[in-house]
């Protein structure tokens, strides 16, 4: 089933800026064909090479003809990789479609899923990633929640710190591990909140020396409407994410129910708690001002 994405894309997608939106790099190249010959291990190697070039001659706009033996279907297939690489948005679906068409068949033959794509375009600074049925820009599946950066009272080694967490917590998502996402942006909430530790406000001092205390304390000592509320709420989803009959997250999972977060899920719980992150970064930085 084609990938859901804006219809422009398919004539024009994006310049490339931060990452390469408009065409797929040539390392990238190679690992999607070494990704391909994987699959050929499991059976028929000239079946499998004709549905990857029969997709990718579709996205190119071209019949899709058998080639004469194995060798020649390589062959052709490495040119129409190439031909439809000069558009991104079109080279992942067809790389996408084909793996879908080879598991639907009813074999035991194993075809990469959404997130083995998504390593690669990770790796390769590809603009996009699969979040099925959608092709998202980079920036909008994983997280739609940006968070600013930390202010400079926070420290270099600290501001780093949460900024390569939050990096890892997309990449997970983008790999379609939903819970170890939630697990980093708990992480992510629980660490920002210890830098109030000490600081002096109109209340007293900032004492407490776990997430809840802290958060606690910042409530009493440092009162505002919207502070208290984002502080219940925060405390709300980090002790949901924690309970072994909520999210189980934290503190493990209730076996007596066991249940696993969606995708969906886990990028809810993600954004939350980046929104409550963005908040106290704030609120950090007018305290300390």
Not at 147 to 174: H, K, M, N
């Amino acid at each position: 089933m084609p990938l859901e994405f804006p219809a422009v894309w398919r004539f024009r997608p994006p310049k490339d800026d931060r990452w390469n939106t408009e065409t797929i790099p040539d390392s990238a190249l190679e690992s999607f064909r070494e990704l391909i010959g994987r699959i050929t291990t499991q059976g028929d190697v000239q079946l499998v090479l004709e549905v990857f070039k029969g997709h990718f001659c579709r996205v190119n706009g071209e019949l899709h003809v058998w080639s004469s033996n194995q060798s020649w279907a390589h062959s052709d297939l490495v040119t129409k990789m190439r031909e439809a690489a000069s558009n991104a948005p079109l080279f992942l679906e067809a790389f996408n479609d084909a793996c879908e068409e080879l598991t639907r068949e009813g074999t035991d033959r194993v075809a990469p899923d959404f997130g083995l794509v998504n390593d690669i375009c990770i790796a390769n600074d590809i603009g996009y990633l699969i979040d099925p049925p959608r092709l998202v820009a980079r920036g909008s599946s994983a997280a739609d929640v940006t968070v600013p950066p930390a202010p400079p009272t926070l420290g270099q080694e600290a501001s780093q710190l949460l900024g390569a967490s939050i990096r890892r917590a997309d990449e997970l998502l983008a790999q379609g591990r939903g819970r170890e996402a939630v697990q980093e942006s708990l992480w992510l909430l629980e660490s920002a909140t210890t830098a109030f530790r000490g600081i002096q406000t109109e209340g007293g001092i900032i004492r407490g020396k776990y997430f809840n205390q802290i958060v606690e304390d910042l409530r009493h000592k440092a009162p505002g409407p919207t502070l208290d509320r984002v502080s219940e709420w925060a405390t709300n989803l980090h002790g949901y994410l924690s309970s072994p009959t909520g999210g189980g997250v934290r503190h493990g999972m209730d076996l007596a129910t066991p249940r696993e977060l969606t995708i969906t899920e886990a990028r809810l719980f993600c954004n939350l708690a980046r929104s409550y992150l963005s908040f106290l970064l704030d609120e950090f930085a007018r305290l300390r001002s």
